[in-house]
């Protein structure tokens, strides 16, 4: 109560009228006063408080109280005071926890330079403390370089002060928080699924971009890569990781590591083939087969030719296929029912899928 009284009296004093209606005015024209702030709580008795309205603040309450609602007019807000943090739980700005993700990014990763440049249309930020309780939205997304050179934790660097040694690297959005605005990146030997990039001071809130990887001996990353949306492709339009003769009847596993990041979904692939026979005519069928796992066979090219009447008959194909990342590397397959027979293939790897989020 911040209400006295106006002229107190004595015992035996006489009260006039003047000083009565004094002491009346005042109890009628200060009922806040009489009342705030509360000394005891305020039993509502299961009523509705209509046109409430929360206490408006410009920044995050520094003092806990369990239980405290407060609106933050900066950010858009409603937070709730747990006596121990203060979290946003609602608003404009934020929500509950939904992970991290974008929404029309544009990737470009240098393997000289040893920069990642990105842009995008919309970021959602998760929460480094409470991921499963915030995230929140930030759609003034300029610009975000990110140099592997740059020791950490710091924004636009690395997240270690350490140089990265060969590996896969994976590069971040990162966020101070919600109605924060302009993010930064950051990269990270660390994958999404391993809690993320160590945080430099201040930064509260991340989002994946892309992966690469990445070789110790130019301190870079290892291809240049371009991007859209959750895919990234080869500069150069394509790695390749065979060229060979492949003999008749035979399969030869091809290994991705290096090439494509761990925690890709898919990956696009080229397999280009060609061959014949060098003894015998007639009837002979030339199959020349892409798979991706050694024990199902699970078939992405398979090519006939008949009636091959001229010995040494050279017959070509060329397939583009998405072969979901199942750490199961692709085998090669070729195969023709001539007696003696030869086949040379070409596997290159033109791009891989990145779990951003993204289409």
């Not at 035996?12 to 003047?18: E, F, K, L, T």
């Not at 990737?107 to 040893?114: H, V």
């Not at 959750?230 to 008749?248: A, D, F, Q, R, T």
Request: glycine fraction near 12%; aromatic fraction near 8%; proline fraction near 5%.
């Amino acid at each position: 109560m911040a209400l006295s009284q106006i002229i107190p009296a004595s015992p035996g004093q006489r009260i006039d009228s003047s000083n009565y209606n004094a002491e009346f005015n005042n109890i009628y024209n200060n009922g806040l006063s009489l009342i705030s702030p509360l000394t005891g709580q305020l039993n509502h008795n299961l009523k509705e408080a209509d046109n409430f309205v929360l206490e408006n603040v410009a920044a995050t309450p520094t003092t806990t109280m369990a239980g405290r609602l407060v609106y933050n007019t900066v950010t858009g807000s409603v937070m709730l005071d747990n006596g121990v943090t203060v979290t946003n739980i609602g608003g404009s700005g934020s929500g509950a926890g939904a992970g991290s993700r974008v929404k029309g990014l544009n990737s470009a990763i240098s393997a000289l330079a040893g920069v990642g440049t990105f842009t995008a249309d919309q970021i959602v930020f998760q929460s480094t403390t409470n991921p499963a309780a915030l995230s929140w939205v930030n759609t003034a997304t300029s610009g975000i370089s990110v140099n592997t050179g740059l020791i950490g934790a710091q924004p636009g660097g690395r997240d270690t002060a350490a140089a990265f040694a060969s590996t896969y690297v994976y590069f971040y959005a990162i966020s101070t928080g919600v109605g924060s605005t302009g993010p930064v990146g950051i990269v990270s030997t660390k994958q999404p699924g391993e809690g993320g990039p160590t945080m430099p001071t201040s930064f509260s809130g991340w989002a994946f971009l892309a992966a690469s990887p990445y070789t110790s001996s130019s301190s870079a990353p290892s291809y240049n890569v371009i991007g859209r949306g959750s895919w990234m492709y080869y500069s150069s339009g394509k790695i390749n990781i065979v060229s060979s003769s492949v003999l008749n009847g035979t399969e030869s596993t091809q290994a991705l590591a290096g090439i494509i990041p761990p925690n890709s979904m898919n990956y696009m692939v080229s397999n280009a083939g060609s061959g014949g026979v060098t003894g015998g005519a007639g009837n002979i069928d030339i199959t020349h087969r892409l798979r991706f796992n050694a024990t199902v066979d699970y078939i992405v090219s398979q090519t006939f030719y008949k009636n091959l009447t001229v010995a040494s008959t050279v017959r070509s194909l060329n397939t583009v296929s998405v072969l979901p990342n199942v750490n199961d590397p692709p085998v090669l397959f070729w195969q023709t029912d001539a007696t003696v027979g030869t086949g040379i293939t070409t596997l290159d790897i033109q791009g891989y899928q990145s779990p951003n989020g993204d289409v």
